[in-house]
T-cell receptor, first 115, second 114 residues
Framework: AQSVAQPEDQVNVAEGNPLTVKCTYS??????LFWYVQYPNRGLQFLLK??????LVKGSYGFEAEFNKSQTSFHLKKPSALVSDSALYFC?????????????FGTGTQLKVEL | DSGVTQTPKHLITATGQRVTLRCSPR?????VYWYQQSLDQGLQFLIQ???????AKGNILERFSAQQFPDLHSELNLSSLELGDSALYFC?????????????FGQGTRLTVV
């Protein structure tokens, strides 16, 4: 089965500092990887995805992610964090197990950006 | 606004009851997915429909069922409700079978079983 792991339950960073939210994946075949963000009492919002091509993927709100095949990682990054970036972040992989093409999510990482 | 509409936003019901959650996908999207989000289980995939047919089943209890109608809206039926069924239920949609397309999520239905 396809899976992703988010090793950190919470990440704290000061506003203006770079942030990284980690994700590693385990797939058979080509990985299709996604990042989503969830603000309190809201649904998940799509940030960016990796399908193929450049290892650095740019997405919404200044976020980017680096795909690393040798380390099986897809870390989310932002050069300068904002307090408004504080939210729950999910990494996901397209999972074809069982005949469909669902997204399988990691456990989520709570990002807290402090002044 | 993702274009995916879920109703109701909140639902409070008693144990043993049955409820129906409704989802209208983005215009043109053929795939609908249902997820359950709880504090201890995270985001769990329940079921996927594609153009009216069931495509994949996840950790969906036998007390739960779903369907997708000809107009592509979907309903998730939860019966014999237990306290542990209290959770946020999300619907998501995507255009179809292409693996690289992202799914768009509704705002969810918060179910509280008392």
């Amino acid at each position: 089965a396809q899976s992703v792991a988010q090793p950190e339950d919470q990440v704290n960073v000061a506003e203006g500092n770079p942030l990284t939210v980690k994700c590693t994946y385990s797939v058979s075949g080509n990985p299709y990887l996604f990042w989503y963000v969830q603000y309190p009492n809201r649904g998940l919002q799509f940030l960016l995805k990796y399908i193929t091509g450049d290892n650095l993927v740019k997405g919404s709100y200044g976020f980017e992610a680096e795909f690393n095949k040798s380390q099986t990682s897809f870390h989310l990054k932002k050069p300068s964090a904002l307090v408004s970036d504080s939210a729950l972040y999910f990494c996901a992989v397209r999972d074809f197990t069982g005949g469909g093409n669902k997204l399988t999510f990691g456990t989520g990482t709570q990002l807290k950006v402090e002044l | 606004d993702s274009g995916v509409t879920q109703t109701p936003k909140h639902l409070i019901t008693a144990t043993g009851q049955r409820v129906t959650l409704r989802c209208s996908p983005r215009s043109g999207d053929l795939s609908v997915y249902w997820y359950q989000q709880s504090l201890d289980q995270g985001l769990q995939f329940l079921i996927q429909y594609y153009n009216g047919e069931e495509r994949a089943k996840g950790n969906i209890l036998e007390r739960f069922s779903a369907q997708q109608f000809p107009d592509l809206h979907s309903e998730l039926n939860l019966s014999s409700l237990e306290l542990g069924d209290s959770a946020l239920y999300f619907c998501a949609s995507s255009p179809g079978g292409a693996p690289g397309t992202e799914a768009f999520f509704g705002q969810g239905t918060r179910l509280t079983v008392v």
